[in-house]
């Protein structure tokens, strides 16, 4: 969230600059238009997840529960992120880009926004089972390499 206000900033700065326009306006409006942005782009995921489940064959409702599991991977959720914390990988990778505290009477030790997303999908299908492979980024710090949802 951090990154898109210093973005919708610097945008509304060069249409003040540019064009004379209000300053407050303009920043809401560039704003709105960020947030949409990025909004499509975790749709963006989402939908994929949904073509490769097209070739599997499962029950509507195991589809169901993997897209969820897309949404859910593809959201602004501090809580998840935390969680996802309580694995040592995530926890070290988040330490590293200044994402995550060991400090000790700290309310809260992960520092980041929450922003999850999902990268680089493959479908994994064999001896009748099928599986999602996805790369994890939380706050755009790449954090597991290929996680899985079991698909059946």
């Given at each position: 969230m951090k990154k898109i206000f210093k973005e919708a900033h610097k945008m509304t700065r060069?249409?003040?600059?540019?064009?004379?326009?209000?300053?407050?306006?303009q920043f809401a409006i560039c704003l709105s238009y960020l947030l949409n942005q990025e909004e499509e782009g975790m749709n963006e995921n989402v939908e994929k997840a949904k073509e490769l489940l097209t070739n599997v064959v499962c029950s509507p409702g195991q589809k169901e529960i993997v897209i969820s599991k897309f949404e859910m991977y593809n959201s602004v959720d501090t809580e998840l992120a935390e969680k996802e914390c309580e694995i040592k990988e995530v926890r070290q990778s988040l330490k590293n880009a200044d994402l995550y505290t060991y400090e000790y009477g700290v309310e809260r030790n992960f520092l980041g926004e929450g922003k999850m997303e999902t990268k680089n999908m493959n479908l994994w299908q064999n001896y009748?089972?099928?599986?999602?492979?996805f790369d994890l980024y939380i706050d755009d710090v790449l954090v597991q390499?290929?996680?899985?949802?079991?698909?059946?």
């Open positions: 060069k249409m003040v600059k540019e064009y004379g326009v209000n300053y407050k306006a009748g089972k099928a599986r999602i492979y390499n290929n996680v899985y949802i079991k698909i059946k």
